[in-house]
C-alpha cells in the first residue's frame, strides 16, 4: 500500500501559493549582498545607545565606568566625559571616511589611538602606577596644598605670596596660571612618552614597518606637535617669572590661562590689525564660556558636599530633592565642558594654521 501523503489536495495549490505570497512579501532583490548591493556600499548605521549608556562606543562606556569606580571627584569626571565624547565625535567621522577611502595611510587612526593614549595617562587610566593625573583648573579648596611638581614653580609661587605685590583676587589667578603650566608640562611629557612608546614598536617590530609617505608625515606632525608645545611652555614660564616679580599690570587684556596662551600665539602670526582685533573679540566670548563653566564647577562641588551631608543624615525626601539638583548640575557641567574643549580645539587650529601659513 502506497505511503499516504499529508497535506492539501491539489485544487487547492493555487490558492495556498497565493497566501503564501501574501504573508512573506516581497524579498529586497538585493538581500544577497552581492557586490554593488546598497548594503556593501553604505556605512553600517551608527551603533544606537542603550538606556543608561553614556557612549554609543562600547570601548569609551567601559572607560566611563573604570573611571567612576577610581572615585574621581565630580568636576574630573565631568571633565572626563566632555574628553570621551570629542573621541567619540571624532572615531565616528572617521569611520564615515574610512567608508570613503579617505585613510588609506592610516594617519588619521593613528592620530586616534595617540589622543585616546594620552586621555587614558591624563586620567590615570592607562593602569600604570606611576601615572601623574593633574587638572589644570580644578577647583578644590586645599588645592594649594597639592604642590606643583617643580622646583622652580615652587620657588616663583612662593616668592609671589610673600611679596605683597598681589591681593587675594590676584594670587587666585596667578595659581590657576601656575596650575595651567603644570598640566601644559603634563601633556608634554605624556605626549613624549606616548611617541617614545610608538617609536620603539616601530624599531623592535619584526615585520617591515610600513613608513608609506601618510604614517611618515603623521609621525613628523607628532614630532611637530612636541615641539609647538615645548615653545609654548617655554614661553609661559618666561610670563609666570615675569608676573611673579611685577605683579599683574593694570590693564591685563585677559584673564584666564587657556585665552592668554592663544593670545600670545595670536600676537606672533601674521594677521592684520583688523583679523587680530577680530580674534580678540573671539577671545573675549570664549573667556566669557569659560567662566560659566568654572561658576558650574563651583556649584556642582558644594551641591556634591550638600548631597554627601544629606544621605548621611536627612531624610529620604531631602536626599531626593538634593540628588535630583545635583544631577541636573552634573549634567549642565558635562555639557559646558564638551561646549569649552570643543572651543578650544577650533581656536587652536586656527591660530596652529595661522602661524604654519606664514612658515
Same mark, same amino acid.
Request: no cysteine; charged share 35%; hydrophobic share 35%.
Given at each position: 500500500?502506497?505511503?499516504?501523503?499529508?497535506?492539501?489536495?491539489?485544487?487547492?495549490?493555487?490558492?495556498?501559493?497565493?497566501?503564501? @505570497?501574501?504573508?512573506?512579501?516581497?524579498? /529586497?532583490?538585493?538581500?544577497?549582498?552581492?557586490?554593488?548591493?546598497?548594503?556593501?556600499?553604505?556605512?553600517?548605521?551608527? +551603533?544606537?545607545? #542603550?538606556?543608561?549608556?553614556?557612549?554609543?562606543? #562600547?570601548?569609551?562606556?567601559?572607560?566611563?565606568?573604570?573611571?567612576?569606580?577610581?572615585?574621581?571627584?565630580?568636576?574630573?569626571? +565631568?571633565? =572626563?566625559?566632555?574628553?570621551?565624547?570629542?573621541?567619540?565625535?571624532? #572615531?565616528?567621522?572617521?569611520?564615515?571616511?574610512?567608508?570613503?577611502?579617505?585613510?588609506?595611510?592610516?594617519?588619521?587612526?593613528?592620530?586616534?589611538?595617540?589622543?585616546?593614549?594620552?586621555?587614558?595617562?591624563?586620567? *590615570?587610566?592607562?593602569?600604570?602606577?606611576?601615572?601623574?593625573?593633574?587638572?589644570?583648573?580644578?577647583?578644590?579648596?586645599?588645592?594649594?596644598?597639592?604642590?606643583? *611638581?617643580?622646583?622652580?614653580?615652587?620657588?616663583?609661587?612662593?616668592?609671589?605670596?610673600?611679596?605683597?605685590?598681589?591681593?587675594?583676587?590676584?594670587?587666585?589667578? =596667578?595659581?590657576?596660571?601656575?596650575?595651567?603650566?603644570?598640566?601644559? $608640562?603634563?601633556?608634554?611629557?605624556?605626549?613624549?612618552?606616548?611617541?617614545?612608546?610608538?617609536?620603539?614598536?616601530?624599531?623592535?617590530?619584526?615585520? /617591515?614597518?610600513?613608513?608609506?609617505?601618510?604614517?611618515?608625515? +603623521?609621525?613628523?606632525?607628532?614630532?611637530?606637535?612636541?615641539?609647538?608645545?615645548?615653545?609654548?611652555?617655554?614661553?609661559?614660564?618666561?610670563?609666570?617669572?615675569?608676573?611673579? !616679580?611685577? *605683579?599683574?599690570?593694570?590693564?591685563?587684556?585677559?584673564?584666564?590661562?587657556?585665552?592668554?596662551?592663544?593670545?600670545?600665539?595670536?600676537?606672533?602670526?601674521?594677521?592684520?590689525?583688523? #583679523? =587680530?582685533?577680530?580674534?580678540?573679540?573671539?577671545?573675549? &566670548?570664549?573667556?566669557?564660556?569659560?567662566?560659566?563653566?568654572? &561658576?558650574?564647577?563651583?556649584?556642582?562641588?558644594?551641591? &556634591?558636599?550638600?548631597?554627601?551631608?544629606?544621605?548621611?543624615?536627612?531624610?529620604?525626601?531631602? $536626599?531626593?530633592?538634593?540628588?535630583?539638583?545635583?544631577?541636573? @548640575?552634573?549634567?549642565?557641567?558635562?555639557?559646558?565642558?564638551?561646549?569649552?574643549?570643543? !572651543?578650544?580645539?577650533? =581656536?587652536?587650529?586656527?591660530?596652529?594654521?595661522?602661524? !604654519?601659513?606664514?612658515?
Amino acid at each position: 500500500m502506497a505511503p499516504r501523503r499529508l497535506g492539501v489536495s491539489v485544487l487547492s495549490a493555487p490558492i495556498v501559493l497565493l497566501l503564501l @505570497l501574501l504573508l512573506l512579501g516581497p524579498r /529586497p532583490a538585493a538581500s544577497h549582498g552581492g557586490k554593488y548591493s546598497r548594503e556593501k556600499n553604505e556605512p553600517p548605521p551608527p +551603533a544606537s545607545r #542603550e538606556p543608561g549608556e553614556e557612549f554609543r562606543m #562600547e570601548k569609551l562606556n567601559q572607560l566611563w565606568e573604570k573611571a567612576r569606580r577610581l572615585h574621581l571627584s565630580p568636576v574630573r569626571l +565631568a571633565e =572626563l566625559h566632555a574628553d570621551l565624547k570629542m573621541q567619540e565625535r571624532d #572615531e565616528l567621522n572617521w569611520k564615515k571616511l574610512k567608508v570613503e577611502g579617505l585613510d588609506e595611510d592610516g594617519e588619521r587612526e593613528a592620530l586616534l589611538v595617540r589622543n585616546l593614549n594620552v586621555l587614558l595617562a591624563r586620567y *590615570g587610566l592607562d593602569g600604570r602606577k606611576d601615572a601623574q593625573v593633574v587638572h589644570s583648573n580644578a577647583l578644590a579648596d586645599d588645592m594649594q596644598d597639592d604642590g606643583l *611638581g617643580d622646583p622652580r614653580l615652587e620657588k616663583l609661587w612662593h616668592k609671589a605670596k610673600s611679596s605683597g605685590k598681589f591681593s587675594s583676587e590676584e594670587l587666585d589667578k =596667578l595659581w590657576r596660571e601656575f596650575l595651567h603650566h603644570k598640566g601644559k $608640562v603634563h601633556e608634554y611629557n605624556v605626549l613624549l612618552d606616548t611617541l617614545s612608546r610608538t617609536e620603539e614598536a616601530y624599531s623592535n617590530a619584526v615585520a /617591515p614597518v610600513d613608513l608609506s609617505p601618510g604614517k611618515g608625515e +603623521a609621525l613628523y606632525g607628532k614630532h611637530r606637535e612636541l615641539k609647538e608645545k615645548l615653545q609654548s611652555i617655554n614661553q609661559g614660564f618666561d610670563r609666570l617669572r615675569k608676573v611673579s !616679580h611685577q *605683579g599683574y599690570g593694570p590693564a591685563a587684556e585677559f584673564e584666564e590661562p587657556r585665552v592668554i596662551d592663544l593670545w600670545d600665539l595670536a600676537q606672533t602670526a601674521n594677521l592684520t590689525e583688523k #583679523e =587680530l582685533e577680530s580674534f580678540r573679540e573671539e577671545l573675549k &566670548h570664549f573667556e566669557a564660556k569659560i567662566e560659566k563653566h568654572n &561658576h558650574y564647577q563651583k556649584q556642582l562641588e558644594i551641591s &556634591h558636599e550638600k548631597l554627601k551631608h544629606v544621605e548621611r543624615i536627612g531624610d529620604p525626601e531631602h $536626599v531626593g530633592r538634593s540628588r535630583e539638583k545635583y544631577t541636573l @548640575l552634573e549634567e549642565r557641567t558635562k555639557e559646558l565642558a564638551y561646549k569649552v574643549k570643543k !572651543h578650544l580645539q577650533d =581656536l587652536s587650529s586656527r591660530v596652529s594654521r595661522m602661524r !604654519h601659513n606664514e612658515l
